[in-house]
């Protein structure tokens, strides 16, 4: 896609969500669409790779949760994957502290190489599982948003998710439609990490039919040290 085209059809569906992007931020999505591509024919980074479709399953689809982030705070990215939707949210906050989780070590290279062409600051990619990197120094409930697109039950991913969340600090899952079940399945697994169910939003993403949850989960209390368990198990035996 020629960048103009790109421009447009960046721009337009940004504005449809009172989002208004500078000329660097297009630049700067318009060089990660490149890198994605780039990287995709060597390493499975992604099953989207037409640039429209990267654009608003991506990129637009990423910053839907930019009105839960508020400025300084320190976010936490699980499962980032190919950086969605922790990169796409870095170029529209460049105060913010954002950290990139993610259990693959090529995904994690990729991400650097992000980082360095996009010449983002107050951001890092870390090469880790949950269960591990929450050991280190610090990161046990140290961040204000904690967010994931992962596709993990709810009830599995909040066991990563609240241990790294400051008590009044939020999750912030970014789920499918249809989630009714997944949020029954997981009250339990909310009480007993200190969590609490703040909302859940709907949207659907601009000039499309697509629609998503967006769950907003509260941190009341302390989650126990003995959460998140040894990695598996979380999988093998979900809170329920």
Partial sequence: MEKQVFK????????KMQINLSENQVNQFYKYMELLLE???KINLTAIIEPK????KHFIDSVTILPYIN???KVLDIGTGAGFPGIPLKILNKENEFTLLDSLNKRINFLNDVI???KLEKIRAIHGRAEEFIKQNGERESYDIVTSR???RLNILLEYMLPFTKIGGKCICMKSFEIDEELEEAKKAIEILGGELEKVDVITLPESDIKRKIVVIKKVKNTLPKYPRK???PEKEPIT
């Fill in 150 to 152: 992962a596709v993990a």
């Fill in 116 to 118: 360095q062409n996009l």
């Fill in 39 to 41: 990287w995709n024919e």
């Fill in 71 to 73: 400025t300084q705070n």
């Fill in 53 to 56: 479709e990267i654009i608003l």
């Fill in 231 to 233: 990695a598996g198990t």
């Fill in 8 to 15: 447009q059809e960046l721009e337009q569906k940004a504005k």
